[in-house]
């Protein structure tokens, strides 16, 4: 199977995209162009895959000239934004839209009697749990994603500078906002925090070991469990968040779930800091919890099928596990 990956919008190292679907695509013997702004990321594409670079955010134009190539000759053509849906070639194979925004149930609507949708429901969100994380230290935070006003950098700084007279350091990874990035260089030149930019997935997950707390503090107008709550109970880290993931981390009991407050998340991680017996239980627990329901090598095969399905191909030979 032949499949074209679009997107001018995400990072092209994006985990979901580069280290979920593409990678399970390329495991299971099938080829894949892979349209993304790599220029404008400074991205080498990986081997093993076709690149058409894209300029980021690209208007309709080029947008569907990139989209005209990578799909000729494709058996499925996959897209992450909605405004790619516009550029569609004429001539172009099953279209699939992966959805990771709110649309709105009528534009959900009208895509999905056009194109095939891969939602939540089809592909959870997931994570790559590791064997045998470290346990919990006792001297650091860490937030995984992407850094912007809407994300609560202000309140991540406003932490950092409660956490740091007991010891507790910030560890920021993930891109940031042009507008957010001079009060994270500020915050990190008088030693509130270190910030270290976009990090390529299997490295930010490996960064988060043995972390105090993981933190995900979404506003509340965010709907779903945010991505970076799996990949912290993955690397066996308590979780501190806000109500968006409470159900699950209340269920699983890997975590605190506190309100979009810096007193009460500074609380939180103080208790977990004089309370080593708790954040080993929550780590043990999410990451068992992780390692058994959100381990992306569990469902990729999954993932594929559907996508196999939908272009209306044979999937490839593959290897007998005996």
Known sequence: MRVCV???????EDARIMHR???????????????????HFNVTPAMGLTAIDVPHRAGYGRAG???????????L?????????????????????????????????????????????????????????PPPGDTRVV???????????AELIALARRLAPHGIRMDLIGAA????????????????????????????????GGALAGLSLAAPAVEGVPAKVLDYMGRGVPVVTTPQAGPLVERVGCGVVVPLDVAAVSQAVLDLKEDPV??????????AEARLRHHWPDQAAAFVARM????????PARPVTV
């Open 6 to 12: 679009a997107t001018t919008v995400h990072h092209p």
């Open 21 to 39: 679907q593409i990678r399970a695509l390329l495991d299971a013997g099938h080829e894949v162009t892979y349209v993304a702004p790599f220029t």
């Open 65 to 75: 000239g990139a989209l005209r190539r990578g799909a000729a000759g494709a058996d």
């Open 77 to 133: 053509l996959m897209v992450h934004d909605h405004a790619l849906l516009r550029a569609l070639p004429h001539r172009r194979p099953p279209v699939v839209w992966d959805v990771r925004e709110d649309v709105g149930a009528r534009r959900l609507a009208r895509a999905e009697r056009r194109h095939h949708l891969c939602t939540a429901e089809l592909v959870p969100e997931a994570t790559f749990a590791a064997t045998a994380p």
């Open 143 to 153: 937030h995984l994603g992407r850094l912007s006003a809407e994300r609560g950098v």
């Open 177 to 208: 906002d042009p507008a957010v990035r001079p009060l994270l260089r500020d915050a990190q030149r008088v030693g509130l925090l270190d910030w270290f930019g976009y990090v390529p997935n299997r490295h930010a997950l490996r960064m988060t």
């Open 278 to 287: 708790r954040r080993s239980a929550f780590g043990t627990r999410g990451h």
């Open 308 to 315: 196999e399905a939908w272009a209306g191909v044979t999937a």
